[in-house]
């Protein structure tokens, strides 16, 4: 299902009006967000994927990561989890055990409690979970609200997708692959304290299955504004840039080209390795986040001790005909 497909699915069916829904699933943002008290709203949201990892601990850690990550792009706190576990009857209990042991212990490092979910038979394993976390209903981040003159940092390096695809194909380094694993796994806890601590924060996302391109153009069209990504500038996993000049890109880069495609344009010196690399789709990336130049500057300056290939990957103009141009 392609970036949007569920709120375009959705549109029309008549819903429970509620003004203590802040956000809800038409905006295409994280996760929805529902306001419980003057200084309370409750975040929730849910992912689950198939292995993309042959470890089942590293699979469950990286599936956590993935689910958790929604609640820190939208400035707030995981506090409580549920399971989503599918299973086949040829998957022996010790490896259900790992996943879930990944799971767990990258839920208890983000001060997470998981307190049980649900399993279910199924041809192919999958593993996430539905999360709940807290925000300030004042201070929400969304995915749009972007201004013109704001730049854009983003807090992981791309290329997961690309790399993933060249090691089925026995084409990917060891160590690059393991690189791409530790991003993966990585939390967005102390890149969302970052976030929530910088100044001027206009929007804020992850970049996840939609890649860069995806996500960059749901802020840019949900903002009313062109985002101009600059290609040279992005933050790219050791070996990822070689295999997309190759030619070795995940099929979901290209879905991700269709959706945006008559919303991008390409300037005559945009190398199309990067423009592949910006499509990739992503597990467990980091955050896209628009802010002004010197608040960015200061962000980055927090970011660095923990995160030092963070960057400012682009920036926001007024709207032209298109809502991307990569450079």
């Known amino acids: 299902m392609g970036p949007g497909a569920l709120s375009t699915i959705l549109t029309g069916l008549p819903n429970v009006q509620n003004e203590n829904l802040l956000v809800g699933y038409d905006s295409s943002d994280d996760a929805c967000v529902y306001k419980v008290s003057d200084d309370t709203a409750v975040i929730q949201t849910v992912d689950f994927f198939t292995p993309i990892v042959d470890d089942p601990y590293l699979f469950g850690q990286i599936a956590a990561a993935n689910a958790l990550s929604d609640v820190y792009a939208m400035g707030g706190l995981p506090k409580l989890a549920m399971n989503l576990l599918c299973v086949p009857n040829c998957l022996s209990l010790q490896t259900i055990r790992k996943i879930l042991e990944g799971g767990h212990d990258k839920a208890v490092e983000a001060g997470c409690v998981i307190a049980g979910g649900h399993t279910i038979q199924d041809n192919e394993p999958k593993y996430g979970l539905c999360v709940t976390g807290f925000v300030h209903p004042d201070r929400i981040l969304k995915n749009v609200g972007a201004i013109p003159g704001d730049v854009l940092v983003l807090t992981k390096p791309i290329g997961s997708g690309v790399l993933a695809t060249a090691a089925k194909a026995n084409l990917c380094a060891q160590e690059h692959l393991e690189e791409a694993w530790m991003h993966m796994a990585t939390l967005n806890a102390k890149a969302g304290q970052a976030v929530i601590a910088a100044s001027n924060v206009h929007a804020c996302t992850d970049v996840t299955g939609f890649g860069l391109l995806g996500h960059s ?31 070795i890109i995940p099929a979901g880069a290209y879905r991700n080209m269709d959706y945006v495609g008559s919303h991008l344009r390409q300037t005559e010196t945009a190398v199309q390795a990067l423009v592949d690399l910006a499509a990739d789709p992503q597990t467990s990336g980091g955050l896209l986040v628009a802010l002004p130049l010197e608040d960015a500057e200061k962000l980055l300056e927090a970011l660095r001790p923990f995160a030092p290939w963070s960057a400012v990957v682009g920036r926001v103009i007024e709207q032209q005909d298109v809502s991307i141009i990569f450079e």
Do not use: F, N
Request: no cysteine; proline share 3%; hydrophobic share 40%.
């Open 217 to 247: 153009y749901e802020m840019a069209s949900g903002s009313g504004v062109t985002i101009v990504l600059e290609g040279e500038k992005l933050p790219i996993m050791s070996g990822a840039r070689d295999l997309a000049s190759m030619g």
